[in-house]
């Protein structure tokens, strides 16, 4: 299973994503989305997470302000522990468990 968390930037909100393997998820402020961050800069759909059995992949959905890894901005790219993904001001910690 994958995981991706951050803290707020207020230190007080914890922000939990689990991705089973052969799972695909949606992020995105609309209500639609699979998981839900309506923030300031996050489009209503703005990525994809793809998960295998061994790997998990991050796709962009044409989002207005893009999607970034180490703060490179991608349009699709393979994900791994340690990564760091941003949709607009937010940072999501990529772990495997």
Known sequence: MWVLHTVESDGNELLTFRIMPDGMK???RAPTAD???DRTLVSRLHCRLISTTDRLEVEDLDSTNGTFVNDQKV???VLASGDTLRLGRIELTVSEE
């Open 26 to 28: 949606t992020i995105g």
């Open 35 to 37: 998981f839900t961050l």
């Open 75 to 77: 349009r699709r790219k």
